[in-house]
């Protein structure tokens, strides 16, 4: 049963609302205090670009190099890159140059985007095993390095 809702914005907005008289009065009520969907969203949106502005004001110390990858693999891991270098600047436990050296190496957009949910302490080990892997050689033999 679709039901006209006014919006604690202020915005009026249909929903479909189904079960019992009961649920459906308390869903009608519940609505009622939340924002409409447009505006939810937009202050998510806006959210999300003071949370972007402030990491990259947080890391603008650092020259960060260009990604690989596809056009929206990149922009994707740009913004992951970007909010996860500024989490570990502002990580008690963690060396800051050492740490963002060592993430600032690795140029491929897939990983950021794979690795993204790592907390700060696996995030860096699997920086460091992506970087032991890039560095053997083909062959598999000995690098002169080692």
Same mark, same amino acid.
């Given at each position: 049963?679709?039901?006209? !809702?006014?919006?604690?914005?202020?915005?009026?907005?249909?929903?479909? +609302?189904?079960?019992? %008289?009961?649920?459906?009065?308390?869903?009608?009520?519940? +609505?009622?205090?939340?924002?409409?969907?447009?505006?939810? +969203?937009?202050?998510?949106?806006?959210?999300?670009?003071?949370?972007? /502005?402030?990491?990259?004001?947080?890391?603008?110390?650092? !020259?960060?190099?260009?990604?690989?990858?596809?056009?929206?693999?990149? /922009?994707?891991?740009?913004?992951?890159? !970007?909010?996860?270098?500024?989490?570990?600047?502002?990580?008690?436990?963690?060396?800051? %140059?050492?740490?963002?050296?060592?993430? +600032?190496?690795?140029?491929?957009?897939?990983?950021?985007?794979?690795?993204?949910?790592?907390?700060?302490? %696996?995030?860096?080990?699997?920086?460091?095993?992506?970087?032991?892997?890039?560095?053997?050689?083909?062959?598999?033999?000995?690098?002169?390095?080692?």
């Amino acid at each position: 049963m679709e039901q006209q !809702i006014i919006h604690a914005c202020g915005h009026q907005q249909a929903h479909v +609302l189904y079960g019992f %008289d009961s649920q459906v009065a308390r869903k009608a009520r519940w +609505l009622r205090t939340t924002k409409c969907r447009a505006c939810f +969203l937009a202050d998510k949106k806006a959210e999300q670009i003071e949370a972007t /502005a402030r990491d990259t004001a947080t890391v603008a110390h650092l !020259i960060l190099p260009p990604l690989t990858g596809s056009e929206r693999q990149v /922009a994707w891991a740009e913004t992951i890159r !970007i909010k996860r270098l500024a989490a570990l600047t502002v990580s008690p436990h963690t060396s800051i %140059d050492a740490d963002c050296n060592l993430c +600032l190496r690795i140029y491929d957009a897939k990983w950021w985007i794979d690795h993204r949910d790592l907390a700060n302490e %696996d995030l860096l080990d699997q920086a460091t095993r992506h970087l032991q892997i890039a560095a053997m050689p083909a062959n598999g033999q000995q690098s002169a390095a080692a």
